[in-house]
């Protein structure tokens, strides 16, 4: 019994000191992954762009407008063009309802509720973030936002991933930054 187990641990000194053999580096090309994320984006935009485009164009009765942030929207409700407009900092009170293009309702208002968001300083899907700057007090609009302005290739339990959306949004009250600052 004794020479088993000195033969054990003689046999696990000597095996265990031998000299690790050096593993070659992986070579990773990232150009390439790169490459051909932005050309399956480019088309994936181009695609939505043209569904969003025929669902503009189905619709005669709104006037849609193409936002500098890369969506489209119209009004509901508009209000006068002097009213205030949200700005970084302040707190927006807000209700919307999210629609496939289909107009299958995915969130209804009324489950969602009233949402506040701290302008351009919380998490917020992109489209509502670049939305609210467009936005006054008491107005209502619905936006299209391609995939990448909402819920982009993760989408979640109801969102499919990729899936352009329609939002309602309406605008019930903001808060101005010097509002916040002495609450």
């Known amino acids: 019994m004794k020479y088993i187990l000195l033969l054990l641990i003689f046999s696990t000194v000597f095996l265990s000191c031998s000299n ?14 790169m490459s051909e994320s932005i050309e399956r984006n480019k ?3 181009k695609a939505e762009n043209a569904i969003l485009m025929q669902k503009m164009k ?12 890369g969506f489209w929207y119209y009004y509901d409700v ?4 002097e009213n205030y ?8 009170f807000y209700t919307h309802e999210i629609k496939s293009l289909d107009n299958t309702i995915l969130y209804a208002k009324e489950a969602l509720g009233t949402k506040s968001y701290l ?16 936005m006054k ?24 991933p990729n899936q352009p959306l329609i939002y309602t949004v309406e605008l019930l009250k903001i808060n101005k930054l ?3 600052e002495s609450n």
């Open 85 to 92: 407009i949200a700005k970084r900092g302040d707190v927006v």
């Open 20 to 33: 690790p053999e050096a593993r070659k580096p992986i070579v990773r090309k990232t150009s390439s992954f």
């Open 58 to 69: 189905s619709d005669s009765l709104h006037q849609y407008l193409n936002s500098e942030y």
């Open 119 to 134: 302008v351009d300083k919380e998490e917020l899907i992109a489209g509502l973030q670049d939305g609210f700057k467009l």
């Open 43 to 45: 088309l994936l935009n």
């Open 137 to 160: 007090e008491g107005e209502v609009v619905t936006f299209l936002f391609p995939s990448h302005k909402a819920y982009g290739y993760t989408g979640n339990d109801i969102i499919k």
């Open 78 to 81: 508009q209000v006068p063009s």
């Open 178 to 180: 010097s509002e916040n």
